[in-house]
T-cell receptor
Framework: KNEVEQSPQNLTAQEGEFITINCSYS?????LHWLQQHPGGGIVSLFM?????KKHGRLIATINIQEKHSSLHITASHPRDSAVYIC????????????WGAGTKLIIKP | ETGVTQTPRHLVMGMTNKKSLKCEQH?????MYWYKQSAKKPLELMFV???????ENNSVPSRFSPECPNSSHLFLHLHTLQPEDSALYLC??????????????FGPGTRLTVT
């Protein structure tokens, strides 16, 4: 079993829908990251969080440390949100090593 | 634009060639990283430099040779590669590597094909 599990692996939705991507982890962490990778390859950091909730535009990330679970929400989804969304965690013994999830491929249809 | 640039964006090389990948960050960060991303696999950390000193080498074969002349520049020298080394090579930077977790800022990657 992977230490960081994401669900779903693939998600197709219509423009405007509310999107939720989940991440569960089995190790103690100091931080959790959500990142976005477009088909061209570049990766963009969306959020780094260790507790509670963060919001940036239409993106919201939440984390429940007790349950070892995080969610990434996208409101009013748009075709330009189509990308792979990756969850990664810093284990307690490293501030730079990341344990990576496999990613969730999101397609938003117009 | 993340403030991290990589060149070239695409590279095709034979197994006997020698080539280098270049990464530059304009963020004033102290730590730089090389990652390998193979198809349908999570990112694999290859090397980490902090203040120009190598702090991590994740059992990477010697045909990959990193160089970090200063905190803003990072190179990956390639020689006698194998076809299985074909992958997307990503560079990243962060403020540091100790004290607290830091966000990593990634470059656009170099798509490497070894023929």
């Amino acid at each position: 079993k992977n230490e960081v599990e994401q669900s779903p692996q693939n998600l197709t939705a219509q423009e405007g829908e509310f999107i939720t991507i989940n991440c569960s982890y089995s190790v103690g962490i100091s931080a959790l990251h959500w990142l976005q990778q477009h088909p061209g390859g570049g990766i963009v950091s969306l959020f780094m969080l260790s507790s509670g909730k963060k919001k940036h535009g239409r993106l919201i990330a939440t984390i429940n440390i007790q349950e070892k679970h995080s969610s990434l929400h996208i409101t009013a989804s748009h075709p330009r949100d189509s990308a792979v969304y990756i969850c990664a965690v810093n284990p307690l013994d490293s501030n730079y090593q990341l344990i990576w999830g496999a990613g969730t491929k999101l397609i938003i249809k117009p | 634009e993340t403030g991290v640039t990589q060149t070239p964006r695409h590279l095709v090389m034979g197994m006997t060639n020698k080539k280098s990948l270049k990464c530059e960050q304009h963020l004033g960060h102290n730590a730089m990283y090389w990652y390998k991303q193979s198809a349908k696999k999570p990112l694999e950390l290859m090397f980490v430099y902090n203040f120009k000193e190598q702090t991590e080498n994740n059992s990477v074969p010697s045909r990959f040779s990193p160089e970090c002349p200063n905190s803003s520049h990072l190179f990956l020298h390639l020689h006698t590669l194998q076809p299985e080394d074909s992958a997307l090579y990503l560079c990243a930077s962060s403020q540091g590597t100790s004290g607290s977790p830091y966000e990593q800022y990634f470059g656009p990657g170099t798509r490497l094909t070894v023929t």
